[in-house]
C-alpha cells in the first residue's frame, strides 16, 4: 500500500471560497457576514471535486490512501479573531470528513486548528478533539506561525503549545507542521514561506529539550524539511556546540521529514542524509507546483517517480510507502486494521 501523508483540499468547490470571502468582507461590514448553515455543497459536488482531481491522479500515479486536510494556504490564521478561525476550520474539517466518507478507501482526515494570532492555542482544542473522535481524523496540522510570516507566536519549544502537545499525545497524533498564506510581502507563501517556517521548527526544536518533556510527541516537517536535510552538517555542528546530544538521539525519535521535494536530486539526497525510518511518503499534490518539468516530461509532484528511481531497497521503500506511516500515524494504523488491511 503506498500512503501519501500530505494532500490538502486544494480542489473544493467554488463555492468554498466564495462563502470565505463574504466571511472576510463581514469582519469590515457585519451586515455582509455569512452563517456557516448559508454554505451549501453537495456530496455530488465533492465527489466530482475529488474524482477528476487528487483521485484521478492517485489512481494513475499508484498511491492508495492520502491523509487529506483543508487547504493550507487558506487556513490564514492571521484573518479576523478566534471566532472567524473557529467558524471557518469547522467548515473546511466538516468538508475533508465528508470526502473521507465518500471515498473511505482513498482519505483519511487530518485537522486544521481554529488558531488566532495573540490566542491561547488551548482553544482550539474541542476543534481537534472533534475532528479525532467524531471524524475519525488521524493527524493535526499546526501553524507554527498564526501572524501569517510576522512571526509573533513563541517558539514551538515554548509552554504556549504545551495544551496541544498534552491533547496529541494523549490521543496519540502527530503533527505535520505547516505555515498558511503570508501576508508579509517579503515571503512568497510557498517558494519561501512554507520553507523558511520548516527549517525554523527544526531548529527551535535542536534548541531547546522538549522531546524531554514530551518523549512521544511526533512532528512531520513537511516539504522536505526544508533546508534541513541539505544543511545536516550545520545542523549537528550547531547542535554540538550547543552541548545537544547528538541528532539521531535528540530529535530522530520525533521528527520526520516528507518526500515533498519535486526532483530526482533532491530526493537522493533526503535519502542519503536522512535515516529511512524518518522519511514518509508525500506529495502535496494538487498543490503549489503543478506543471510539468520539461526537464523529464513528468509533474513536477508525481513524487513517488523519484522515490522508485532512488537508491532504496524495495524493504525501504516499502518503509517510506507504508510502515513509517502505520507508526507515526497510529490512529491511521488502526483504522486501516479495523479494514483487515
Ligand atoms: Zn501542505
Known amino acids: 500500500m503506498i500512503i501519501d501523508i500530505h494532500g490538502h483540499y486544494t480542489t473544493a468547490p467554488k463555492a468554498l471560497e466564495d462563502w470565505r470571502n463574504r466571511q472576510i468582507a463581514g469582519l469590515k461590514d457585519p451586515s455582509a457576514a455569512p452563517k456557516a448553515s448559508e454554505l451549501r455543497i453537495s456530496d455530488d459536488e465533492l465527489r466530482e471535486s475529488i474524482e477528476k482531481n487528487q483521485l484521478a491522479k492517485m489512481k494513475e500515479r499508484g498511491s492508495d490512501l492520502t491523509v487529506f486536510s483543508p487547504r493550507a494556504s487558506f487556513m490564514a490564521h492571521h484573518i479576523g479573531d478566534f471566532q472567524t478561525s473557529s467558524t471557518w476550520s469547522a467548515i473546511c474539517n466538516e468538508l475533508c470528513y465528508r470526502v473521507s466518507r465518500l471515498f473511505p478507501e482513498n482519505f483519511i482526515g487530518a485537522a486544521m486548528l481554529p488558531q488566532s494570532p495573540g490566542v491561547d492555542p488551548r482553544t482550539c482544542i474541542p476543534e481537534l478533539e472533534k475532528c479525532v473522535n467524531e471524524y475519525g481524523f488521524v493527524a493535526i496540522n499546526l501553524n507554527p506561525d498564526p501572524s501569517g510570516g510576522h512571526w509573533t507566536s513563541p517558539p514551538l519549544s515554548d509552554r504556549h503549545w504545551y495544551p496541544i502537545y498534552e491533547k496529541m499525545v494523549e490521543l496519540e497524533i502527530p503533527a505535520m507542521i505547516h505555515v498558511s498564506t503570508s501576508c508579509n510581502a517579503c515571503f512568497h507563501t510557498t517558494g519561501a514561506h512554507y520553507l523558511n517556517a520548516d527549517t525554523t521548527a527544526f531548529m527551535q526544536c535542536l534548541t531547546s529539550d522538549l522531546f524531554r518533556e514530551f518523549p512521544t510527541l511526533k512532528f512531520v516537517i513537511p516539504h522536505g524539511g526544508g533546508a534541513v536535510p541539505y544543511h545536516w552538517g550545520r545542523f549537528r555542528g550547531l547542535a554540538q556546540e550547543l552541548k545537544k546530544p547528538l541528532l539521531k538521539e535528540h530529535l530522530l525519535n520525533n521528527v520526520y521529514f516528507d ?8 530526493i537522493d539526497l533526503l535519502a542519503k542524509v536522512i535515516p529511512v525510518d524518518n522519511i514518509l511518503f508525500a506529495s502535496e499534490m494538487i498543490g503549489a507546483v503543478r506543471g510539468i518539468d520539461p526537464e523529464t516530461g513528468h509533474y513536477y509532484d508525481d513524487t513517488k517517480r523519484y522515490i522508485e528511481a532512488s537508491a532504496l531497497s524495495a524493504e525501504d521503500r516499502h518503509k517510506v ?15 486501516l486494521k479495523a479494514r483487515g488491511l
Open 259 to 266: 518526500t515533498c521535494v519535486y526532483h530526482q536530486p533532491g
Open 321 to 335: 510507502y507504508e510502515g513509517n506511516a502505520r507508526r507515526v500515524y497510529p490512529r491511521l494504523d488502526r483504522a
